[in-house]
C-alpha cells in the first residue's frame, strides 16, 4: 500500500516549478528582431508565406478547394468541358470543400504583420532590398484578396493586423463591397509593382514583372464581373442584410464605369509586361511549316524551367518536394497506383483545326450530314483521322495510336463484325439520348453479334477471332465499359504529364514544375483587355491600336501552336472578341485557369451557355436547362475492312452530368462564419 | 510489485471518465410540425409547383434563438404547393416562402424594406400556416391530351396570375425596373414516368419546350397553345405531363432562378 503513496508523492513533484528567472526569453521563442533584421531570417519569414499560398497547381482540385494535396491530381475536370474524370471530383465548380476563407486570414496576418514592422528594421537591410520585401508582402495581400474575391465577391479587407484580445468591434469586420474589394486588390497588386525588383531575388518569390501579370488577370476578372453580371437574370446583385453594404456585384449607376477601369488596367498591365518583361514565347525546338517540330516544342516547354516563357512557376523537386500527377491521371497501361484521371472531350477537341466537320461544326465521322446519317468513315489506323490536327491539340492530347513514353497507346471501344458499308451504330446522337450505350445495342446484346466490348481489363475481355488470332475486343487502354479507369472519353491528356520513358510513375514520384503564369496568358490579357475596351467604345490606354495587338498577339500564339492564322486585323464585335476567348480557350487549358475564365463571362448557366465553348455554339447540342455533358471519340475496329471508324458519343463510361446555376458564380459565405458573427453577410440571393 | 502496474492504470482509466459518460443525453429530439399551403390569392387554388431547388423555396429562421440566426436548412414545397416540416425545435420562426409569385418579401436598391409579407409565429405541436400569394401565371390543360405515334400532344392555355400594373407597382419600387420582367420566355411539357413530374423529374427523351424571345408571346396571353412531347414513346407505357411557363423575372431578386408555374400533372396511357 506504499506504493500509493510514493506515486502520489511523485505526481506532486510534476506540478512544482521555480518561479525565478522566467524573464530570460525561451530559446524556442522566435521574435521579429529574429527574423526581421537579417536576411536569413526574411528568408524563413517567405518561406512560410509562399509555401501558404493558394496557388492553384497539381496540389489544387477544384472540389476540394485549397488543401494542398495532389491526391488523385487531375486537371480540367470541373465542368469547364476540357476533361473527363471517373469520381465526384469531376463536377461543375459551385463550391469548394475547403472554403478559401479561414487559412486566408492567417496568410493575411503574415503579411500585414510584414508590413507593419519591418519598418522598424529598415536600417538592417539595402534600401532596393528592404523595398522588395515590402513588395513581396503586397503581392502576398493582393493575392489572397484577389483569390477570395473571385470565389466571394465583397470581402472582409483586413489591411492590418489585428490585436487580440480586444473589442469585439475591432476584431470584427465585416465585407466589404465587391468593387471597394476589386480597387484594393489593384492598390495592393500596384503597390507590389513599384517596389518589386524586376527580376525575383530568390527563386520562387514574386517580382515586379509577376506582380503586373496576375494583376492583368485580376482586372480582367473585375472588368468582366462587372460587365457580365449585367447578361445574368437579376443582375447578380445585392446588399448584404446585415451590414447594408453592396458585398455582390456593382450597382446599377457604376458597374459601366468600374468595368472600363479595370479593363483599362488590365490593358495597361499586360502591355508593361510585353514591352519592358523580357519575356517571349516558348520557340526552341520550334520550326515553321514542320509539324512534329511545334508539337515537340509545345510538349518541351512545360518542363524546360529555362523557357523564356515562364513568368512564374511552381517548382518540385524530388524526393523532397513532389507530387504525384503521373500517378492519377497517365494512361491504363502506365498504372500506378491509378489511372486515367484527365481525359480530355471530344467537344475540347472541337475548338482546334485540323479535322472535317459537319455543318453544325462537329466533327465529321461519316459520309452524312451528321453523325446519325450516311455510313462512317473508315481509317488505316486510328492516327490517320488525326493527321492533319493542330500540333498544339496534339501537344495536349494523346490520340488513340500516338505514342507516348515510347509506347503506342492503344485505344479501341470495340470491335464491330457486321458487314460493310457501316451505318452509324445509334439512330440518335443528341443530348436527350445520352444515356443510350454501346453496349446495349442489338448488335451487342443479340445474335448474330456484331460489336464486341469488353467490360474490364485482363481476363475480362472478350476476343474477336481476326486473321487467324484473337484480338481483344477493347485496346489496351480500354475503354472498358464497367471501368472508369480506362480511357473514358478515348483520348487522354498529354500536358503536364513526364514524357521521359524511363521515368516510372509513383504516388509522390512526379516533380515537373507547375506554370501558374505564362507569357502567353499576358498576351491574351491583353487582347481581351483591348477588345473589351473598344466594345464599350473607349480609346486606348497607350499609343497601341488595340484590335492590331489584339490580333497580333493571336496570330504569334497560333504561328507557335502551328494553327491557322487570321488573314484580317480582329474586329470590334461580340465575334471579335470570341476569337480572343476562344484561343485563350485552346492555349491555357488544363492550367486551372478556363474555369474562371467561364465564371467571369458568366457563360456557365444556361441562359447565357451558348457562350460556354468561347464561340458561339448551339447550347441545346451539349445542355438541357441547368444540366450540360460532354462527348467522347470513340474508336472501334471492323474486322471485314481491317480498318477503323470512329464514333461521337456523349461520355459512354463514368458517365458525368454536370449542372449550373446563376447563384454558382459567388460561392456561398461558410455558414459557420455568417452565424458566428454579427458583421459577416451571407450572399443577398442565397 | 507487479501489482503497482494496475495503480496507474486504475487512474488513468479514472482521468478518463466523468459524470457525463453515465448520463443519457436526453435532450428533446426535435418534434414540432408546420404544415403550409401556398395558395392564388385571386382564386384561392394551390399555387402549383416543382418539387425540388426550382420551385417554392421555404426558408424558416428561428428568431428566439437570438440575435444573429442563420436559417435553417431550406426545404421546398411538394407539386401541389403545400410543405411540412415535422422536425422542427419548439420556438419562435420567421417563415418566408420565395417561389414563381410577387416576392413576400421586398426592398428597395439600398435595402430599406418596402414590404414584408413573411410570417413570424410560434410553431408548437401541429401549427398550419397559409401564404396567400399573387402567382406570375396561370397554367391550365385545354381538353384532354392526345397520343399519335408515340407523340403525346398537349393544349394548354396560360393567363397572367398578376395584372402587369399590379406587377410593376410592386416590383419597380425594388429598383432596376425593366419592362422586359413579364415577358413570357418559355412554355415547358415535362414527360416522366414518375407522378411528381416536373423539371426535376423529367425524362429528357420526351421533354419538349417552345421558346419565345422578347414580348412575342404576349398576344398568345389566353389563346390555346400546342405543344407536343419530343421523340417517340414507346408503346404500353404510362407517363405522367405536366406543362410550366415563366416569365423574365428571378425570384429571390438576384438569384438568377426564374421558376415556372405549373399546372396539375395528368397521367397518358400510350396506345
Given at each position: 500500500m506504499k506504493n500509493i503513496y510514493i506515486l502520489l508523492l511523485s505526481g506532486l513533484l510534476f506540478l512544482i516549478a521555480c518561479s525565478k528567472d522566467l524573464n530570460i526569453k525561451p530559446k524556442n521563442f522566435v521574435a521579429d528582431e529574429d527574423l526581421m533584421s537579417n536576411e536569413a531570417g526574411m528568408e524563413i519569414y517567405m518561406a512560410r508565406m509562399y509555401s501558404n499560398m493558394p496557388f492553384e497547381d497539381f496540389k489544387y482540385m477544384a472540389q476540394w478547394g485549397l488543401n494542398f494535396n495532389s491526391w488523385l491530381g487531375a486537371t480540367g475536370i470541373d465542368g469547364t468541358g476540357e476533361a473527363l474524370d471517373?469520381?465526384?471530383?469531376?463536377?461543375?465548380?459551385?463550391?469548394?470543400?475547403?472554403?478559401?476563407?479561414g487559412s486566408a486570414f492567417v496568410l493575411l496576418r503574415d503579411a500585414n504583420h510584414l508590413l507593419e514592422a519591418l519598418p522598424q528594421f529598415k536600417g538592417s537591410f539595402a534600401e532596393p532590398t528592404y523595398n522588395d520585401y515590402l513588395g513581396q508582402a503586397y503581392y502576398v495581400r493582393a493575392t489572397v484578396f484577389y483569390a477570395m474575391a473571385r470565389r466571394f465577391g465583397g470581402i472582409p479587407l483586413v489591411t492590418k493586423v489585428i490585436q487580440y484580445p480586444a473589442d469585439q468591434d475591432a476584431l470584427e469586420v465585416p465585407r466589404s463591397s465587391e468593387e471597394d474589394t476589386w480597387n484594393q486588390i489593384l492598390a495592393d497588386f500596384d503597390q507590389a509593382a513599384s517596389l518589386l525588383s524586376p527580376k525575383s531575388p530568390k527563386q520562387g518569390y514574386s517580382n515586379k514583372y509577376v506582380a503586373l501579370a496576375f494583376k492583368s488577370e485580376a482586372m480582367l476578372y473585375a472588368g468582366s464581373v462587372a460587365k457580365y453580371n449585367e447578361t445574368v437574370t437579376g443582375r447578380l446583385t445585392g446588399l448584404g442584410q446585415?451590414?447594408?453594404?453592396?458585398?455582390m456585384g456593382f450597382a446599377a449607376d457604376t458597374w459601366q464605369s468600374a468595368s472600363k477601369k479595370y479593363f483599362r488596367e488590365a490593358y495597361k498591365a499586360a502591355r508593361e509586361v510585353m514591352l519592358n518583361g523580357g519575356y517571349s514565347l516558348y520557340k526552341k525546338k520550334w520550326v515553321a511549316n514542320d509539324r512534329d517540330a511545334q508539337y515537340q516544342n509545345m510538349v518541351d516547354m512545360f518542363s524546360d524551367l529555362t523557357s523564356p516563357e515562364n513568368i512564374y512557376v511552381r517548382e518540385y523537386l524530388y524526393p523532397t518536394l513532389t507530387h504525384g500527377y503521373d500517378a492519377y491521371s497517365s494512361p491504363f497501361i502506365f498504372r500506378a497506383p491509378l489511372s486515367s484521371g484527365t481525359c480530355p472531350t471530344l467537344d475540347f477537341l472541337e475548338l482546334f483545326d485540323g479535322f472535317d466537320r459537319y455543318a453544325d461544326g462537329t466533327v465529321k465521322v461519316t459520309t452524312g450530314t451528321s453523325n446519325s446519317t450516311g455510313e462512317y468513315l473508315l481509317y488505316d489506323k486510328p492516327m490517320d483521322f488525326f493527321k492533319n490536327a493542330e500540333p498544339r491539340l496534339r501537344a495536349n492530347v494523346i490520340f488513340p495510336g500516338d505514342v507516348f513514353k515510347g509506347k503506342e497507346i492503344e485505344i479501341r471501344g470495340g470491335v464491330f463484325t457486321g458487314s460493310t458499308p457501316i451505318k452509324p451504330l445509334f439512330s440518335d446522337y443528341s443530348y436527350a439520348n445520352a444515356n443510350q450505350l454501346y453496349q446495349q445495342l442489338d448488335a451487342y446484346?443479340?445474335?448474330?453479334?456484331a460489336l464486341y466490348l469488353s467490360s474490364n481489363s485482363g481476363s475480362s475481355q472478350e476476343l474477336v477471332p481476326y486473321n487467324g488470332s484473337n484480338m481483344t475486343a477493347?485496346?489496351?487502354?480500354?475503354?472498358?465499359?464497367?471501368?472508369?479507369?480506362?480511357c473514358i472519353t478515348g483520348l487522354y491528356a498529354r500536358k503536364w504529364l513526364n514524357p521521359d520513358p524511363s521515368f516510372v510513375a509513383g504516388e509522390g514520384k512526379s516533380a515537373q514544375p507547375f506554370i501558374l503564369m505564362r507569357y502567353a496568358e499576358v498576351l491574351l490579357n491583353a487582347a481581351e483587355a483591348g477588345l473589351e475596351l473598344s466594345l464599350a467604345g473607349e480609346t486606348t490606354p497607350d499609343e497601341s491600336d488595340m484590335l492590331q495587338v489584339a490580333t497580333n498577339v493571336v496570330n504569334s500564339i497560333r504561328e507557335r501552336a502551328g494553327a491557322t492564322q487570321l488573314i484580317s486585323v480582329i474586329e470590334s464585335s461580340q465575334a471579335g472578341r470570341n476569337i480572343v476567348r476562344k484561343e485563350r480557350r485552346k492555349e491555357l487549358a488544363f492550367e486551372n485557369k478556363i474555369k474562371w475564365d467561364l465564371r467571369r463571362w458568366r457563360v456557365q448557366h444556361y441562359d447565357q451557355r451558348e457562350g460556354f465553348w468561347g464561340e458561339a455554339k448551339n447550347k441545346d447540342l451539349y445542355s438541357n436547362s441547368s444540366e450540360y455533358r460532354f462527348r467522347g471519340l470513340y474508336p472501334f475496329f471492323s474486322t471485314q475492312t481491317g480498318k477503323y471508324f470512329f464514333d461521337a458519343h456523349f461520355q459512354w463510361v463514368s458517365m458525368k452530368t454536370f449542372q449550373y446555376n446563376p447563384i454558382d458564380y459567388y460561392f456561398a459565405i461558410p455558414g459557420g462564419e455568417v452565424s458566428k458573427s454579427t458583421v459577416i453577410d451571407q450572399q443577398p440571393n442565397r | 510489485m507487479k501489482k503497482i502496474i494496475f495503480y496507474p492504470l486504475f487512474i488513468l482509466l479514472f482521468s478518463l471518465s466523468s459524470c457525463s459518460m453515465f448520463e443519457i443525453d436526453n435532450y428533446k429530439a426535435p418534434a414540432e410540425t408546420i404544415k403550409g399551403e401556398v395558395v392564388d390569392v385571386a382564386t384561392g387554388k394551390s399555387v402549383l409547383t416543382d418539387q425540388g431547388s426550382e420551385g417554392i423555396r421555404v426558408r424558416l429562421t428561428e428568431?428566439?434563438?437570438?440575435?444573429?440566426v442563420t436559417p435553417n436548412p431550406d426545404f421546398y414545397c411538394m407539386p401541389d404547393g403545400t410543405f411540412q416540416n415535422t422536425k422542427l425545435f419548439k420556438g419562435k420562426y420567421n417563415i418566408r416562402i420565395d417561389g414563381p409569385f410577387i416576392p413576400l418579401v421586398r426592398a428597395d436598391q439600398s435595402g430599406t424594406p418596402i414590404a414584408d409579407e413573411s410570417t413570424t409565429m410560434e410553431i408548437s405541436g401541429v401549427t398550419t400556416v397559409k401564404f396567400e400569394v399573387q402567382p406570375f401565371l396561370n397554367v391550365e390543360w385545354v381538353g384532354n391530351p392526345t397520343v399519335s405515334n408515340g407523340q403525346i400532344i398537349a393544349k394548354v392555355r396560360v393567363t397572367r396570375g398578376v395584372s402587369e400594373t399590379d406587377f410593376k407597382s410592386k416590383v419597380e419600387p425594388m429598383g432596376n425596373y425593366n419592362s422586359t420582367f413579364l415577358n413570357i420566355t418559355d412554355i415547358r411539357l415535362f414527360v416522366s414516368y414518375s407522378s411528381s413530374v416536373g423539371y426535376r423529374a423529367r425524362d429528357d427523351r420526351w421533354s419538349n419546350k417552345i421558346e419565345y424571345t422578347g414580348s412575342d408571346f404576349n398576344p398568345l396571353v389566353g389563346q390555346t397553345i400546342t405543344i407536343k412531347s419530343a421523340g417517340s414513346i414507346p408503346p404500353g407505357r404510362n407517363v405522367f405531363i405536366r406543362a410550366a411557363a415563366r416569365i423574365n423575372f428571378d425570384t429571390p431578386v438576384g438569384s438568377g432562378t426564374r421558376r415556372w408555374n405549373y399546372n396539375e400533372p395528368t397521367e397518358v396511357l400510350i396506345p
Open positions: 471517373r469520381d465526384g471530383i469531376c463536377t461543375a465548380f459551385t463550391n469548394e470543400d475547403n472554403p478559401y476563407w446585415k451590414t447594408g453594404t453592396r458585398v446484346t443479340k445474335q448474330p453479334k477493347a485496346g489496351a487502354n480500354g475503354p472498358f465499359y464497367s471501368s472508369g479507369e480506362s | 428568431v428566439s434563438y437570438g440575435d444573429n
